[in-house]
């Protein structure tokens, strides 16, 4: 009774169908599951056949056809993964839906091509109305980031504190999971970076190219919060992050390398080697001070393995907590490795198993020098009393992550021996054609006809 007392409000005679659909849909926020929309839409099309009683010949074609056209708009305008719905299929599909025949081609044909012009606009909500017009603002909300992840959700709000601001240039190698970045998005990127609670910012330099050779002149940094949304890269949470020297990498200098949670990998260079250091020291103090203890890996059927969830929600414990807490897992996870190395796969045994041992070790190793350099850090913090960033510095030095460790070499028995010498490699000599011997069975003429 509510629904067709509000659809008397509208007056859809002499439009077409997908007019008075446009029309509806910008006035009603068309919302909830599947089974709710129908009943709307089913309530709309016996309103469009009472004011065109003769376009169709039942109110159940134009449902029919108003919900082909909602599905078509899905599969044109919506992420789709393989290719669009062409015309022919779309009038193949209806083919006998109006009532038992079929709608005329021609009007499917227009429908077909108002709807791939101009995609249906739908409603939007107060809620949703107020956050665009935050995002737009220039609030950085997780809304209106430029390639924004909804599952991630950065915290740093305005009363986060700023440990660090600078000139960086940023190189992403890898993305999520350790995916390989393709090679056209692993160039250098310049950008002014700002490191704000447990949240890593780059901003965009208004109308510069290329890597700045020396650092620029000293001026005041704009706040990442007020910042417009195309000028802000996608932030990026550092909990649980390892920052350390890049020494393998000899391109450029003054490179360190920064591995996220989710195990992203990227590149920065510093203008000069005391800012390196000092980015790496106050990535990997936030870090230590604010990453949370992690959750259980998920459980599955299969017997692979999964790493364990690490939240992005910041821990509140104070530093000496952090630092027992870490030192706790550091003991864990040497434990898990040395009993990881203990149990060595089968030689002959499944490549799927030689792979899952090789990912858990790089796992166990890689958590075993975050967390040795976590409980470095958060000692020397202590130990200055845990206020002073520029002091704490001083004091400590560059904190370095600890090197894992070298891998046994082969031994004599016994160190007065001397080593032998190299087993010469063997050379095959490729023979010539009249240097080969060939054993050929000689059959007399005679007895040819034996055989």
């Not at 999520?176 to 609670?197: E, H, I, M, N």
């Not at 890269?233 to 490179?255: F, I």
């Not at 240097?435 to 055989?451: A, D």
Request: hydrophobic letters at 35%; a positive charge.
């Amino acid at each position: 009774m509510v629904a067709q007392e509000y659809l008397d409000f509208f007056q859809f005679g002499g439009q077409t169908l997908d007019q008075a659909l446009r029309s509806f849909l910008q006035a009603l926020v068309l919302t909830g599951e599947t089974q709710e929309r129908e009943r709307i839409l089913g309530h709309f099309s016996r309103r469009y056949h009472h004011c065109n009683p003769g376009a169709f010949p039942s109110p159940d074609a134009v449902h029919s056809l108003t919900c082909a056209i909602m599905l078509l708009n899905t599969d044109l305008h919506g992420q789709r993964l393989g290719r669009a719905m062409t015309s022919s299929e779309f009038v193949a599909n209806l083919s006998g839906m109006m009532d038992g025949q079929d709608f005329p081609r021609e009007q499917l044909k227009a429908l077909y091509g108002s709807i791939r012009s101009e995609k249906l606009a739908w409603a939007a909500d107060e809620e949703e109305e107020e956050e665009e017009e935050a995002g737009a603002g220039g609030s950085l909300t997780p809304l209106s980031r430029k390639k924004s992840n909804p599952f991630l959700d950065l915290p740093g709000g305005a009363g986060a504190i700023t440990y660090r601001r600078g000139w960086l240039a940023r190189k992403v190698l890898a993305e999520a999971d350790s995916k390989k970045t393709p090679w056209g998005k692993r160039g250098w990127k310049p950008f002014q970076a700002v490191l704000k609670g447990t949240v890593l910012y780059f901003l965009k330099p208004g109308g510069r190219t290329g890597v700045p050779r020396r650092a620029p002149e000293p001026g005041p940094f704009p706040d990442p919060q007020e910042e417009e949304g195309p000028e802000v890269e996608e932030p990026l949470g550092v909990h649980h992050a390892l920052a350390e020297r890049a020494s393998k990498y000899t391109k450029r200098p003054n490179v360190f390398r920064l591995q996220t949670a989710d195990w992203r990998v990227f590149l920065f260079q510093a203008p000069t080697l005391e800012e390196m250091f000092s980015w790496i020291s106050r990535i990997n103090l936030v870090a230590a001070l604010y990453s949370s203890p992690p959750f259980p890996a998920a459980v599955g059927s299969q017997r692979c393995f999964v790493r364990p969830i690490l939240p992005a929600a910041p821990s509140r414990s104070p530093p000496e907590e952090q630092h027992r807490s870490h030192e706790a897992w550091m003991e864990r996870v040497a434990q898990e490795l040395f009993e990881h190395q203990r149990n060595l796969p089968e030689k002959r045994g499944r490549a799927r198993d030689l792979d899952e041992y090789r990912l858990k070790k790089e796992y166990l190793l890689y958590e075993r020098r975050r967390y040795e350099t976590y409980v470095q850090v958060l000692e020397t913090w202590i130990s200055t009393g845990a206020q002073d960033l520029e002091g704490w510095e001083a004091q400590a030095g560059p904190v370095v992550a600890p090197l894992d460790p070298p891998t046994l070499t082969k031994a004599h028995s016994s160190p007065s021996l001397v080593p032998e010498p190299p087993v010469a490699p063997t050379i095959r000599v490729k023979r010539n054609i009249s240097e080969r011997r060939t054993v050929r069975k000689i059959v007399p003429k005679r007895n040819k006809n034996l055989l």
